[in-house]
C-alpha cells in the first residue's frame, strides 16, 4: 500500500544523505584524530571529533524509532507501519494542490478520459 511507498521514501532520504554528498576519504572522515585522542577501554562520545561532526553525520530518518523500548511502549508502542499510515494521512490532508487553470485542467480530464477509454477494463 502507500504505506510501503512511505517507508520507500524515508528510506531513501538516508542514501541521498550518504550518495548525495560523495565518499569523503579525509582524515577527518575517518576520525584519525579521535582514536588518537580516546585511551583504549575510553568512548568517543566526548572526544572533539565527536563533538565537532555529531550535529551533521547522521541523517535521523522519520519513520524510524531510536527510543528505549520503555519510551516506546510509552508513546503507543507504534511500528514502522503504523507510523507511515500516519504519515501517509498526513501528508494527504496538508495536500494542497498546484494552481491550475481552467483550460489546462479541462485538457488533463479529457486527455485521461480518453486514455481510459482506449485501456482494456482492469481492477483499477
Known amino acids: 500500500g502507500f ?6 521514501a524515508d528510506r531513501l532520504g538516508s542514501y541521498q544523505k550518504i550518495l548525495g554528498q560523495g565518499l569523503d576519504m579525509s582524515k577527518d572522515a575517518f576520525a584519525e584524530d579521535a582514536y588518537e585522542e580516546v ?32 519510551s516506546w511502549e510509552e508513546a503507543g508502542s507504534k511500528d514502522m507501519r503504523v507510523r507511515a499510515h500516519e504519515r501517509w494521512n498526513a501528508m494527504l490532508e496538508s495536500y494542497v494542490p ?15 478520459a ?11
Open 3 to 8: 504505506e510501503k511507498l512511505v517507508m520507500d
Open 39 to 70: 585511551a583504549p577501554g575510553g568512548h568517543f562520545l566526548g572526544s572533539a571529533h565527536t563533538m565537532r561532526n555529531y550535529q551533521t553525520a547522521f541523517y535521523e530518518p522519520a519513520l524510524s524509532n531510536s527510543e528505549n523500548v520503555e
Open 98 to 112: 498546484p494552481p491550475m487553470d481552467d483550460s489546462t485542467r479541462a485538457a488533463l480530464q479529457d486527455y485521461v
Open 114 to 124: 480518453r486514455r481510459k477509454s482506449e485501456l482494456p477494463d482492469a481492477w483499477y
